[in-house]
């Protein structure tokens, strides 16, 4: 069975950095691209970030592009987001999925980012 | 970079009608479309990718079709447990995801 936890979530002031975690298994986890992927309260979905499968290529949109950074350890079957400069539109529930089947085929429970003074 | 227009909104059905959302890309995605279903306090779920393709597990009242810059993702006979947002997706390039339409019972 696929699964995917997200972690490291919690309230951050503004301009502090959070960085996620997000374990994956039940996949060959080292063969896939993984994704993060936020929701703002009552909002839609918004792609952050993109990562191949040896983390030699990433992906961001402008508005996250120079403030946060995809990493994967393929060893440890774990995806990470580093998070600098936080604002608050920033506020959001964080997900990370993988492209097993599909493009964002399997997606975590999610973990939720509060950046507030 | 790519936009996605989907409409409408919001929907309003009840039991049994067929429900249609559509989902225009600012230029052709060559099919790469997908669709999910989000039920409050969850995660996203897919239902269909490359355009047509229903995922393993997808109900077959539910379909998609399209081409170019237009699709559309329609559910024959929407029952209580569709009650939820839908968003589309484009992956030909950088991904982008639709602004989400929430279906609500009439």
């Known amino acids: 069975e696929v699964q995917l936890v997200e972690t490291g979530g919690g309230l951050v002031q503004p301009g502090r950095s959070l960085k996620l975690s997000c374990v994956a298994s039940g996949f060959t986890f080292s063969s896939y691209w993984m994704y993060w992927i936020r929701q703002a309260p009552g909002k839609g979905l918004e792609w952050v970030s993109s990562i191949n499968t040896d983390g030699g290529s990433t992906y961001y949109p402008d508005s996250v592009k120079g403030r946060f950074t995809i990493s994967r350890d393929n060893a440890e079957n774990t995806v990470y987001l580093q998070m600098n400069s936080l604002r608050s539109e920033d506020t959001a529930t964080y997900y990370c999925a993988n492209n097993y089947g599909g493009p964002f085929a399997y997606w975590g429970q999610g973990t939720l980012v509060t950046v507030s003074s | 970079d790519i936009q996605m227009t989907q409409s409408p909104p919001s929907l309003s059905a009840s039991l049994g009608d067929k429900v249609t959302i559509t989902c225009q890309a600012s230029?052709?995605?060559?099919?790469?479309i997908a669709w999910y279903q989000q039920k409050p306090g969850k995660a996203p779920r897919q239902l269909i990718r490359y355009t047509s393709t229903l995922v393993s597990g997808t109900p077959s009242r539910f379909s998609g079709s399209g081409s170019g810059r237009d699709y559309s993702f329609s559910i024959s006979n929407v029952e209580s447990e569709d009650i939820a947002s839908y968003y589309c997706l484009q992956y030909d390039n950088l991904p982008t995801f639709g602004a989400g339409t929430k279906l609500e019972l009439k």
């Open positions: 230029q052709n995605i060559n099919k790469y």
